[in-house]
């Protein structure tokens, strides 16, 4: 397993070096001129550090058994490659949903969280902090530290944390300090800014898990490589099913981009597989509220890397829109920065109504209610005209439980005949 991880990485890695393009991280941090990392003096010896032993760390023997021991037993991997029926009849193709909604905690972000966590503890670390905007990363983090039983402290808007009281709670249940914060809009971009001076002030003991493929290198491609178990998975399921290991479409949402980054991984380089990705549209990229920071964004630097980011011509950080909590986020992982201007991944602007559209079709089709997430890449189901025999892979990346307030709010309010309101 190790030897073949291993090989794996050394093929990706000489790869780069003979292809005309490789989409994957560069030795210097970047991918084209997005990436790299842009932080304050104080954290450069933290960021070389783990710059210098996280691949040893990640392909060492001891982090893979550990590692996989835990996503198999303790998260529930590998996830089900579903063939939905009657959503492939709806849409004339052959429709996979990979079902990262089963994970423990409900979504993908677990796998990230354990990993981080492993590296963490390898690194002798004995502290950690998160940022969290819905409260999803917020309580994988939280649930991991349980686990390894160290002390964690959660950085949450303090609008934020009034809007996602649920999850506020499971974190103190899990024992993390949740801490609201005040500046700013009081959202995820707030929170961010207080985890990075945090870190700023505890750099020699505290671990700092990022939730998505965002921040300085080496964490876009930390985090890409963590989730990219996602994709491994899908070569070995599409291999089962359909007796060939690649799809003719992946499709996956993105906020910071972790889940789509898992989902297109080992498939980045074989150009058969056409690649499409939803953004937040809000209520439409032209309606002033709107979280679509690839069709929106100017080339910027935020949270330590160089990437899209939305905002004014004076350069200050426009707040996004989304009724999605997960996807409102001003910048964009470098690597998806990269897959849209170099055009390998088409990314498509995906409306809170269509969204909303597709959850309810989601749910009634196959009895699945997916979170308001993935539901912006199911909305984007009706934007691609596909050919019967196109075999796609949907990765639905967490479940609705979280959001069915607003389900419930929005299912009243267009179908008032409905006896559930
Ligand atoms: C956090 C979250 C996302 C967005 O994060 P990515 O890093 O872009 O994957 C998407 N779906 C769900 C269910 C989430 O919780």
Known sequence: MCLHIISKFYATFVGSKLNKMS????????????????????????????????????????????????????AGRPSPLYHARRLSDRYGCKIYLKREDLNHTGAHKINNTVGQILIAREMGKRRIIAETGAGQHGVATATVCALMNMPCVVYMG???????????????????????????????????????????????????????????????????????VISEEIKQQLSEHEGRAYPDYLMACVGGGSNAAGTIYHFLDDERVKIILAEA?????LSGRSAATIH?????????????????????IEEPYSISAGLDYPGIGPIHAFLAESKRAEVLAV???????????????????????????????????????DIVVVTLSGRGDKDMDTYQKKYCNNEKEHPAC
């Open 23 to 74: 989409y994957q991280v560069d030795e210097k941090g970047y991918y084209g001129r997005f990436g790299g990392a842009y932080i304050p003096e104080i954290l450069h010896g933290c960021v070389e550090d783990l710059k210098r032993n996280y691949l040893r760390i990640i392909n060492s023997e001891a982090f893979v058994t550990e590692f996989r021991r835990l996503l198999n037993d303790y």
């Open 158 to 228: 303090k609008t934020d944390v009034e809007r996602q009281q649920p999850n506020v709670k499971k974190m103190q249940m899990l024992g993390a300090e949740v801490i609201p914060v005040t500046s700013g809009n009081m959202t995820l971009k707030d929170a961010t800014n207080e985890a990075i001076r945090d870190w700023c002030c505890h750099p020699s003991d505290t671990f700092y898990i990022i939730g998505s493929t965002v921040g300085p290198h080496p964490y876009p491609d930390m985090v890409a490589r963590l989730q990219s």
């Open 281 to 285: 549209g809000g209520e439409g990229i």
């Open 296 to 316: 929106l964004g100017k080339e910027g630097i935020i949270h330590g890397a160089r990437t899209l980011v939305m905002q004014n011509d004076d350069g200050q």
């Open 351 to 389: 409306n809170d109504d269509e969204a909303l559209k597709a959850v309810f079709e989601l749910t009634r089709l196959e009895g699945i209610i997916p979170a308001l997430e993935s539901a912006h890449i199911l909305g984007a189901l009706p934007k691609i005209s596909f050919k019967q025999a």
